[in-house]
């Protein structure tokens, strides 16, 4: 079940499907803008939620909280 970026809260950990690309992350920081800087659970890189939707929403788009 997809999930809002409403409902995304800080220290949580979450996978987005977006165009064929699973993206699991966890959120450091939401930031008055509406983005989130993210770090990715497999690379440990640092980035922004909006890095990832900048193309717009697949029509496999999925968000969902994991734990």
């Given at each position: 079940m997809s999930i809002s970026f409403e409902t995304i809260r800080t220290g949580?950990?979450?996978?987005?499907?977006?165009f064929g690309e699973e993206f699991r992350f966890e959120v450091l920081d939401i930031q008055a803008d509406g983005d989130f800087k993210v770090k990715d659970l497999l690379?440990?890189?640092?980035?922004?939620?909006?890095d990832l939707i900048r193309y717009g929403k697949g029509?496999?788009?999925?968000l969902y909280e994991i734990r």
């Open positions: 949580k950990k979450y996978c987005l499907r977006n690379t440990l890189e640092v980035y922004h939620i909006n029509k496999d788009y999925s």
